[in-house]
């Protein structure tokens, strides 16, 4: 059985800003402009239409904080040398073993700071 919609309104608006959002991601704006827009809108609308539904609780603390931290150590890292390093061992040229060698240096970087798999 089909979740009752408790705004239908509320629900067109967020899915209109959903919707207007995406190609915007991708256009070539700074990705921060577009989602900041959309994320002041939505929480402009749900603060006139449901404003019991806005709470702290809602907010990923840990996950900001483990992303920040990761920007944060990864920048260090770039400070250090992190980016000559993985210059001199990327590979020269456009040969098969040397695009071979820069998607496994690819892969285990993003790896090495990230918890998704490559």
């Known amino acids: 059985m089909p979740t009752s ?7 067109i608006f967020s899915a209109v800003v959903t919707v207007l959002l995406l190609p915007l991601l991708v256009s070539g704006i700074e990705v921060a ?5 959309a994320a002041v809108l939505l929480l402009v ?4 239409r449901r404003r019991e539904s806005l709470r ?18 990864v920048e260090a890292a770039h400070a250090h ?9 990327s590979g020269r040229g456009n040969d098969p073993l ?3 060698q820069l998607a496994a240096l690819g892969a285990a970087s993003a ?4 918890n998704l798999p490559a």
């Open 56 to 73: 702290f609780s809602l907010v990923p603390w840990q996950a900001l904080g483990i992303a920040g931290s990761l920007f944060v150590l």
């Open 111 to 114: 790896n090495g700071v990230n």
């Open 33 to 37: 402009i577009p989602a900041g827009i």
């Open 5 to 11: 919609i408790h705004d239908r309104p509320l629900l």
């Open 81 to 89: 040398g992190l980016s000559e390093l993985l210059a001199s061992v």
């Open 98 to 100: 040397s695009l071979l």
């Open 45 to 48: 609308a749900f603060a006139v």
